[in-house]
């Protein structure tokens, strides 16, 4: 069975920074991507960044761009995120699914697995 656990989430001041986990287990395919999506109140979900692990390729939202950074570590996805804006404020989610190469945002229909989601509240 496939989980994807997030974790990290919390209050922070804007300009602060936090870095989210994304644990990832039961993956049975060696090449997958991972993504991270959020949501807040009223708007449409947002893929925000996404990693391959097969080849290491990273994707940033322009929204996020020169501010968030992906890595990943084994089974983990991370996500730091630095110069929080009280617009950064959202449900985050990661996500996984087969892929050899990234999974674009738009392509979001090729995650399979999602995380439950952890909350980030930035405050001015």
């Known amino acids: 069975e496939v989980q994807l656990v997030e974790s990290g989430g919390g209050l922070v001041q804007a300009g602060g920074s936090l870095r989210l986990s994304c644990a990832v287990s039961?993956?049975?395919?060696?090449?997958?991507?991972i993504g991270w999506f959020r949501q807040a109140p009223g708007k449409e979900r947002e893929g925000v960044s996404c990693?391959?692990?097969?080849?290491?390729r990273t994707y940033y939202a322009d929204s996020v761009k020169g501010r968030f950074t992906i890595s990943s570590d084994n089974a983990m996805v991370y996500l730091l995120m630095n110069s929080l804006k009280p617009e950064d404020t959202a449900v985050y989610y990661c996500?996984?699914?087969?892929?050899?190469?990234?999974?674009?945002?738009?392509?979001?229909?090729?995650?399979?697995?999602w995380g439950q989601g952890t909350q980030v509240t930035v405050s001015s």
């Open positions: 039961g993956f049975t395919f060696d090449e997958y991507a």
């Open positions: 990693i391959s692990k097969s080849d290491g």
């Open positions: 996500a996984a699914g087969p892929a050899w190469g990234l999974i674009l945002p738009d392509e979001v229909g090729r995650y399979d697995y």
